[in-house]
């Protein structure tokens, strides 16, 4: 939903409204772990209790990985290390679940770390470690921008050409000395800015979120075919880079054009294997399947699906692989890229 600011707002997800469709668990028994969610209280709370009922839903999600979103911040000591009141929050929730339920909820914790802020970076990711208690697995520093949207298309942007900056790319030095993940939220027209980051630092391990977030909005809103094309040639480029893994999700953001909260019914798991087909084609020739993570982004496409059908259209949309491609797309590939075992 666009705002007067120009920015985009991820609708609310309307509990009844998903009810309006509902479809049984396929394969309920395979194994999954859903390495990309969010827990906050922008809109609607998206805590405990919520992702709770959603791992629950039939589904054998058996971990799950929080991933950064500007919540819960300390509101007092230094700026630098303000970001730790997120984890220490998200870490305190897992600990809680845990009589609760057998999904290892936010068994990963991918927090926020300034890392252009040299030496002082450092401080940051001690106490990030220190209040995960044990489950910081990466670090994400949104670093998402297009020039068509000067004010930002959900947040302000990022400044130009921060994934090419000296100080940046010693950051992700940092996190590849301390065997941490850097996850990249970027655009589609920003893939190529990954692609010179995964080759300028070898020895980091780089996600690349949602797919690079292909856009549907403002301009590139009835340009699916045009957008496709350029993010098929720079997504063939980027897999090139053996330090890079993919995560499959997210198709469900506004800004990706999806408008499935607009229609009367949710859709279905066939409809959005349907459409999702041609991208998941692409990644898989480019990437393999070793290399790809499927991923839920809830709460924020809950505002389009439920998690039920979500995992039902993946389950869908790998039908026709084996079980061990099936595995790593499903399991395996989040467990080993964010090291879920060891922990």
């Known amino acids: 939903m666009l705002e007067e600011t120009g920015r985009y707002r991820y609708p609310v997800p309307n509990q009844i409204w998903l009810e309006l469709r509902r479809e049984a668990v396929l394969e309920p028994d ?31 999600i058996g971990a799950t990985v929080f991933v950064q979103c500007f919540y819960d911040y300390l509101t007092t000591g230094p700026e630098v290390l303000r970001p730790v009141g997120e984890t220490r929050r998200v870490a305190s929730i897992a600990e809680s679940l845990k009589p609760r339920t057998g999904t290892r909820v936010a068994a990963g914790i991918v927090a926020f770390a300034d890392l252009t802020a040299g030496d002082a970076v450092e401080a940051l990711l001690d106490a990030h470690e220190e209040a995960a208690g044990g489950r910081l697995v990466g670090i994400r520093q949104p670093t998402a921008r297009d020039e068509n949207f000067p004010n930002g298309i959900v947040t302000r942007p990022a400044p130009a050409g921060m994934m090419a900056e000296a100080g940046f790319r010693a950051g992700i030095g940092r996190l590849a000395r301390r065997g941490l993940t850097f996850d990249a939220m970027v655009y589609h027209s920003q893939i190529r800015d990954v692609e010179e980051l995964a080759r300028a630092v070898p020895d980091a391990r780089i996600v690349l979120d949602h797919i690079g977030c292909p856009l549907g909005v403002g301009p590139y809103e009835n340009t699916g075919q045009a957008v496709f094309d350029d993010w098929s040639r720079d997504i063939s480029r980027l897999a090139k880079c053996p330090n890079v893994w993919l995560k499959f999700g997210g198709i469900g953001m506004v800004i990706t054009g999806a408008a499935h909260h607009l229609e009367a019914v949710p859709p279905g798991s066939q409809d959005l294997s349907e459409a999702w087909r041609p991208w998941f084609e692409v990644s898989l020739a480019c990437f393999g399947p070793d290399r790809i993570m499927f991923e839920s982004n809830f709460p924020v496409d809950k505002g389009m699906f439920s998690y039920t059908v979500l995992w039902n259209a993946f389950k869908r949309l790998s039908s026709g692989l084996t079980g061990d491609e099936r595995a790593c797309l499903f399991s395996r590939t989040a467990t080993m890229v964010y090291g879920l075992d060891a922990r």
């Open 30 to 60: 395979l194994p999954i772990v859903d390495p990309h969610h969010h827990l906050w209280e922008h809109g609607a709370p998206y805590l405990g209790d919520e992702i709770l009922e959603d791992v629950s839903c039939g589904h054998a």
